[in-house]
């Protein structure tokens, strides 16, 4: 290969032509119009997919407590009320929690409801057949009544799936919270 004779031109006097054809430009020192190629740019059907679902992130700016609150949630079904059950429990049990949606994507742009004091206490999701509550130190916590249910074999979390018609034991349930509370407050200190 011959060295460049074009000045200020960074392709290390290659003058190789693949490489020009390649890069639709001759050398990387000389100005090219790009008007063209921005207009293209525009135009181009990914560039309107990234655009649209740019738009689709913003969150709307609603509470917390709204987006979990029955006819506004999502799902509208059984999860829906499953989860607005939860929340009741979990705010009788800890009335001074922190309601939060997180995570919030474009494949779950509600997001995920958060109940948090000195940390988080426990997220609900809803999956297409069960409503899964994971509370985020459960293996630290005592369960005598063996409502923990589902990640069991983690050594941080522990989880519980609720299915269509599940109840939920409401004293073993608010004594978790209470005491993924009391942990959170112990390791703050």
Known sequence: MDACPIPG???GGR???SLNAAFARPHRGQDRDWSNAITDMKKSPANKRRQNTVAKKAPEAAAPSRLIDPGTSEPGDWRGAMLVRVRELIREAAPQVVEEIKWRKPSNPAGVPVWSHGGIICTGETYKDKVKVTFAQGAAIEDPAGVFNASLE????RAIDLFEGDSINRKAFQALVRAAVALNA???R
């Open 186 to 188: 112990s390791k703050s």
């Open 154 to 157: 983690g050594n941080t979390r």
């Open 9 to 11: 031109c960074r392709n």
């Open 15 to 17: 003058t190789d032509a």
